[in-house]
């Protein structure tokens, strides 16, 4: 049995760039940056590994991510790995290695980085050691239930019915 399936969680390294294929079909690819951190067992230092990757999205996933996502957002890409060869016009083969998204599950509707807009902060509780119901135990409010997004399913998604 053989298997090609690939989960990645990142944020976005560009604005996604969308085009038509002669054929009318719609395609979009973005870079996604995943990263890594660990412990050095030898220097008991952090460290951090950052990897990057290709994102290709096909027809009704490729008019999605262009409308809603932008440099920096979240997102979860599940897809399978495709890698493509070619001659460059000096006659070398050259390589890329992509990932054909089949799901996408958007993050957070909240912004990314130092310029993006801070939540206001929750009312105090009435009552002391006792929270507002919206909140975790950690202060932070909730993250809203994100929807997942399948290439291929049998109705089409109205954008309408998208929560944010």
């Known amino acids: 049995m053989n298997l090609n399936k690939v989960f990645l969680i990142g944020r976005l390294t560009q604005d996604p760039e969308i085009k038509t ?8 690819n973005f870079g996604l940056a995943t990263n ?22 096909w027809r009704r996933l490729a008019e999605i991510a262009s409308q809603y996502l932008k440099k920096g957002s979240l997102v979860l890409i ?15 083969k050259r390589y890329k290695t992509e990932i054909i998204a089949e799901n996408i599950q958007l993050g957070p509707k909240s912004g990314f980085g130092p310029s993006a807009p801070k939540a206001a902060p929750a009312p105090a509780s ?3 050691d006792q929270e507002p119901p919206e909140q975790k135990s950690n202060g932070k409010i909730p993250d809203e239930e994100i929807p997942v997004i399948e290439e291929g399913s049998e109705e089409e998604i109205d954008v309408k019915d998208i929560p944010f």
């Open 78 to 92: 599940e897809g399978r790995i495709q890698t493509r060869n070619w001659q460059d016009a000096s006659g070398s």
């Open 126 to 128: 009435p009552i002391p």
């Open 21 to 28: 294929t002669p054929s009318g079909q719609m395609v979009c």
């Open 36 to 57: 890594r951190v660990w412990n050095n067992r030898e220097t008991r230092e952090r460290e951090e590994r950052t990897e990057f990757h290709n994102i290709i999205l």
